[in-house]
T-cell receptor, first 113, second 117 residues
Framework: GQQLNQSPQSMFIQEGEDVSMNCTSSSIFNTWLWYKQEPGEGPVLLIA?????ELTSNGRLTAQFGITRKDSFLNISASIPSDVGIYFCAGLDSGGGADGLTFGKGTHLIIQP | GAVVSQHPSWVICKSGTSVKIECRSLDFQATTMFWYRQFPKQSLMLMAT?????????EQGVEKDKFLINHASLTLSTLTVTSAHPEDSSFYIC?????????????FGPGTRLTVT
């Protein structure tokens, strides 16, 4: 099946720093989604991207859908302690069919005070 | 909007017994729901796609006779783990999409922690 390569695996940063993580795929996706998961909870949708080249912001978060449709990145500006968690990218290769998501392996964000 | 609930949030059962997990879309209808499994410190893996009014579609390697899925209505899907074994212990998460068609996002439930002793 399809696989997503997400990097970095983990990040140790200082509060206030900017964060950048990305996902690449060997095949094309029509939709890219970014989720955040905290321990013992389900993933929470942060940003959804539907068009190649699309750049979308949600507060301090910005994500882009790569032109080739094989990659996406997520940036977090001015990180704060509540940003701690695991961030997952997820891809959907169908335009509207009932397909499940393919997830990256996650980026574990740790913020040092 | 787009809230998905799961019940129970955690369950402990003995080996050989069956466990049912419910997934509900609270404020929207979902013709399709999805079931994922997540092992500790790993990513989510799609198990099956639950379709209202028809049979579920299982991913390769997922035993359909062991993981029974019933999509009883447009707001409820259930996953039954039959004859559970310790290796079935995992975090089970469902998702649903509120859109009827076109590119769409998926919203996840809070998950169910299953421990088989």
């Amino acid at each position: 099946g399809q696989q997503l390569n997400q990097s970095p695996q983990s990040m140790f940063i200082q509060e206030g720093e900017d964060v950048s993580m990305n996902c690449t795929s060997s095949s094309i996706f029509n939709t890219w989604l970014w989720y955040k998961q905290e321990p013992g909870e389900g993933p929470v949708l942060l940003i959804a991207l539907y068009k190649a080249g699309e750049l979308t912001s949600n507060g301090r978060l910005t994500a882009q859908f790569g032109i080739t449709r094989k990659d996406s990145f997520l940036n977090i500006s001015a990180s704060i302690p509540s940003d701690v968690g695991i961030y997952f990218c997820a891809g959907l290769d169908s335009g509207g069919g009932a397909d499940g998501l393919t997830f990256g392996k996650g980026t574990h964000l740790i913020i040092q005070p | 909007g787009a809230v998905v609930s799961q019940h129970p949030s955690w369950v402990i059962c003995k080996s050989g017994t069956s466990v049912k997990i419910e997934c509900r879309s609270l404020d929207f209808q979902a013709t399709t729901m999805f079931w994922y499994r997540q092992f500790p410190k790993q990513s989510l893996m799609l198990m099956a796609t639950s379709n209202e009014g028809s049979k579920a579609t299982y991913e390769q390697g997922v035993e359909k006779d062991k993981f029974l899925i019933n999509h009883a209505s447009l707001t409820l899907s259930t996953l039954t783990v039959t004859s559970a074994h310790p290796e079935d212990s995992s975090f089970y998460i469902c998702s649903a999409s509120p859109r009827a068609g076109g590119p769409r996002e998926q919203y996840f439930g809070p998950g169910t922690r299953l421990t088989v002793t």
